[in-house]
């Protein structure tokens, strides 16, 4: 199972950057999807996630009213639309599948992406 990550790069505060992660098996098609990031020198932390059928999701604080975490069964892909970014949301953004219902922790996810880098300048 391979996770493909995409979407990153440098922006402005305020600016909008919408993340990709194309999966190459149609079997996680059930799993919990999942976005974490991490910044430089910090630990990985989780930024939200998207039940099977997209019917709930769930946010870290910090970016709750300005994330929006999607998904496309179809195409086995997942998205993180970032909005009002802010400098603070620098970090190398991976994404992941989880076989649970409910996933937040590292540890309830078996796959994971290459990261994808996310600049932003103030």
């Known amino acids: 199972v391979q996770l493909q990550a995409s979407g990153g790069g440098l922006v402005q505060a305020g600016g909008s950057l919408r993340l990709s992660c194309a999966a190459s098996?149609?079997?996680?098609?059930?799993?919990?999807r999942g976005w974490f990031r991490q910044a430089l020198g910090k630990e990985r932390e989780f930024v939200a996630a998207?039940?099977?059928?997209?019917?709930?999701?769930d946010y870290a604080e910090s970016v709750k009213g300005r994330f929006t975490i999607s998904r496309d069964n179809a195409k086995n892909t997942w998205y993180l639309q970032m909005n009002s970014l802010k400098p603070e949301d620098t970090a190398v953004y991976y994404c992941?599948?989880?076989?649970?219902?409910?996933?937040?922790?590292?540890?309830?996810?078996?796959?994971w992406g290459q990261g994808t880098q996310v600049t932003v300048s103030s």
């Open positions: 992941a599948a989880s076989a649970l219902i409910s996933a937040r922790r590292k540890s309830d996810y078996a796959y």
């Open positions: 098996v149609r079997a996680l098609s059930t799993a919990t």
């Open positions: 998207i039940s099977w059928n997209g019917g709930s999701t």
